[in-house]
């Protein structure tokens, strides 16, 4: 991306709308969950701080057989159970700071209106007939599978089928049921497909094999008999909506109000790699058939394992967010989730990562670079300090214009990466800056510096001491998607009024430029240091 190209994406002010998946509440909140949320989370504060109005919605998915399982496994009322675990979700959420503005449960009665009104939509387009539905299903995945994605397998003595996408054994299953012709909008996935929609790209050409090689219609309702918890097909009791086509329509749905109305299409929908296919194919083609415009992007991530194995109730290896928030904090969880995972690829948990990381660079990199440059032993008049440009000559090395300039170039870098979803990118950008600040410190001395009384000696400190405190708070406000509280605290640390924090008019090193600086000889806040305390090891070293 050019300069010219993102100075446009960067000033322009408009509607933003991003959202997570909803939920399923057949188990409790994990870390996985927290994934697709951290996500959508940073990218709406991102949005905020370039001045959109931002709609982010989150919420529960409260139907289906599995839902309606687990009640029955716990013997409680269904109603009951979806709102003991919808409550989870929200404890959670508020926890980890997730800043949303819509929360969903399906099982809302204007959410059912709205499905209700969008099934009659597809049926006065001709997009839905009855018949007698025959295939390969799979309970897990509340889904036929295609005769092409099932495989037989040995588990000890016997065979079984299973879907060969997922592993979810898959029994055969014949029944009258509701389909929508979904090959008929194959060309239309394609062609809304060719605008790159979907990223990591690597997802993009996953799906497009996966139409390529020819869609088949798709059963959406399922027989009273079988399943009662959902919502009832329009004039016909008998039957109940799909809860993939239920689930999906929650996004129009949080759309809906006079206050939200203006937000469609929605500008990215972050979800997890294992219901691609449910949002790049399904979601567009029911989309495309009642006449709305489908998503401007799908930004997709991969899964976090265990021991490399995928998470799972039954093998017990489930990470509790919260657990972990209560150990680390909510911006040490944030920071490592968005930090140590990468979307196109899994990533192994590891508490010993977590645990060297938040220290290393929470604590360590860039708190105590903070806790330095403004101790009273070498900055005794504690204020943002003035920089003299005849000072320059005498702090060579390391090199003072280098990381001038590599600081002034962040906030291009760090906000490209961050508005693409690369957090991990943005961060490391980040990280380097403040490791290669810290050995300008240390090389130059300031504590050594503090003990001259002469002019010249002061002088240097002070631009050391510049220096360090523009390229902090160049950082704060980059961090503020990722590490919102440390990054508040870090601010208001250097007196930084809530409109000089955001994104739109970031000017880098003013005083070094000759551009007038406000900051300079403005009082330090009375916010107590460190900005963030090492945490002690306590935990088992499995998962590393």
């Not at 021991?307 to 680390?328: A, C, F, Q, R, W």
């Not at 944030?334 to 990533?347: E, I, Q």
């Not at 870090?490 to 000017?507: A, F, H, P, V, Y």
């Not at 330090?524 to 499995?542: D, M």
Request: glycine fraction near 4%; charge should be neutral.
């Amino acid at each position: 991306m050019s300069i010219s190209q993102l100075t446009r994406v960067l000033t322009r002010s408009h509607h933003y709308f991003v959202s997570t998946p909803i939920f399923y509440v057949n188990g409790a909140p994990h870390i996985g969950h927290m994934q697709s949320c951290l996500y959508a989370d940073a990218l709406a504060r991102c949005r905020r701080l370039l001045g959109d109005d931002v709609l982010f919605s989150t919420g529960t998915d409260e139907h289906g057989l599995k839902v309606q399982q687990a009640a029955e496994t716990l013997k409680v009322p269904v109603s009951e159970h979806c709102m003991q675990m919808s409550s989870k979700f929200v404890e959670v959420f508020k926890a980890g700071d997730v800043s949303y503005t819509q929360f969903i449960r399906t099982t809302d009665d204007k959410h059912k209106c709205m499905v209700q009104k969008f099934w009659k939509m597809l049926d006065a387009k001709g997009c839905i007939r009855k018949d007698k539905y025959e295939g390969w299903y799979s309970v897990i995945d509340e889904a036929f599978i295609p005769s092409s994605q099932v495989k037989e397998i040995k588990e000890g003595s016997e065979f079984k089928m299973v879907s060969s996408e997922t592993g979810s054994p898959v029994e055969k299953m014949s029944e009258e049921n509701y389909v929508f012709c979904l090959s008929k909008y194959q060309n239309d996935i394609l062609y809304w497909l060719s605008k790159d929609v979907i990223k990591p790209s690597i997802f993009q050409d996953d799906v497009k094999r996966f139409v390529a090689e020819g869609l088949i219609d798709l059963s959406v309702s399922r027989p009273c008999s079988r399943l009662f918890w959902g919502i009832p097909v329009p004039d016909d009791e008998t039957q109940i909506i799909y809860v993939w086509l239920d689930a999906l329509v929650n996004y129009l749905t949080v759309s809906s109000n006079d206050s939200t109305s203006s937000f469609w299409p929605p500008d990215c929908h972050v979800i997890g790699k294992d219901i691609l296919k449910f949002h790049a194919i399904y979601w567009p083609a029911f989309l495309i058939a009642a006449g709305f415009e489908p998503p401007k992007h799908i930004f997709c991530h991969s899964h976090w394992t265990v021991d490399h194995e995928k998470m799972s109730k039954s093998k017990g290896n489930v990470i509790d967010p919260l657990t972990l928030m209560k150990k680390y904090s909510p911006d040490g969880f944030r920071y490592f989730m968005l930090r140590a995972s990468v979307p196109h690829s899994d990533t192994n948990y590891s508490e010993v990562k977590l645990h060297r990381m938040v220290n290393a660079e929470l604590a360590d990199n860039l708190g105590n670079l903070l806790s330095r440059c403004c101790a009273t032993a070498i900055n005794p008049d504690q204020q943002f300090t003035h920089f003299y440009h005849d000072t320059l000559k005498s702090l060579s090395e390391p090199d003072v214009h280098a990381l001038i300039k590599k600081a002034s170039e962040l906030p291009g870098q760090v906000q490209e990466h961050f508005l693409g979803g690369y957090f991990y990118k943005g961060l490391d950008c980040i990280i380097e800056c403040l490791r290669d600040t810290n050995a300008f410190m240390q090389f130059n001395k300031p504590w050594e510096l503090a003990k001259q009384n002469d002019d010249v000696s002061k002088k240097r400190l002070s631009t050391i001491l510049h220096v360090v405190l523009e390229t902090l708070r160049i950082c704060g406000i980059l961090l503020q998607p990722i590490i919102p509280t440390l990054s508040s605290k870090l601010l208001d640390k250097l007196q930084i009024s809530n409109s000089e924090r955001t994104w739109k008019n970031i000017c880098c090193f003013p005083s070094y430029y000759n551009v007038p600086n406000s900051l300079e000889g403005r009082p330090l806040g009375h916010i107590q240091l460190p900005l963030y305390g090492r945490k002690i090891a306590s935990y088992k070293t499995s998962g590393t």
